[in-house]
């Protein structure tokens, strides 16, 4: 059942991406970096839209997910870390594996993810401690982090 959770989520990344343009205002966007020898996200929705949930999925299904009731508007945290103001609600995936694939989702304010990235663990790794993984286009995409933000600011 996992495994069809995460089959189910990635398989929803495209179509969810596309559907984004009809609602500009609720875009969610997910970005994956390594920063100090650890997996990090950075989450970076559209103006006035608080990201509430971030859940990182491998292909078993298992997962790491965090919850935020207030919401935030722009953050970047290690992944497997439980940020200040954040509930972790479930924690079975605790490490990143080099032979296994993994998705970043995410909600805002209770809507269905919008948009996130899939990664391995050894394109992380290849990330200098300013890049990060994003998904502007149909495939994972090397970029700075400014232009994540400058590409995520202009998805919306």
Not at 32 to 53: F, I, M
Not at 57 to 78: M, R
Not at 119 to 142: C, H, I, M, N, S
């Amino acid at each position: 059942m996992r495994g069809l959770r995460f089959l189910v989520a990635v398989a929803l990344l495209p179509a969810l991406a596309a559907v984004a343009g009809c609602t500009p205002r609720e875009v969610f966007l997910a970005a994956a970096g390594w920063s100090d020898g650890q997996p990090v996200v950075v989450l970076a929705p559209c103006k006035g839209s608080k990201v509430t949930e971030v859940a990182l999925y491998e292909e078993s299904g298992s997962a790491w997910e965090v919850t935020n009731d207030a919401g935030v508007d722009y953050a970047e945290f290690p992944v497997f870390s439980t940020p200040a103001g954040w509930t972790q609600t479930i924690g079975e995936l605790r490490e990143l594996r080099d032979d296994t694939s993994y998705a970043v989702l995410g909600e805002i304010s209770g809507h269905p993810p919008v948009a996130g990235v899939r990664f391995t663990a050894p394109q992380l790794r290849e990330l200098g401690p300013d890049e990060v993984l994003a998904r502007p286009g149909k495939t994972a995409e090397k970029m700075s982090k400014a232009a994540y933000r400058k590409f995520a600011r202009g998805a919306c």
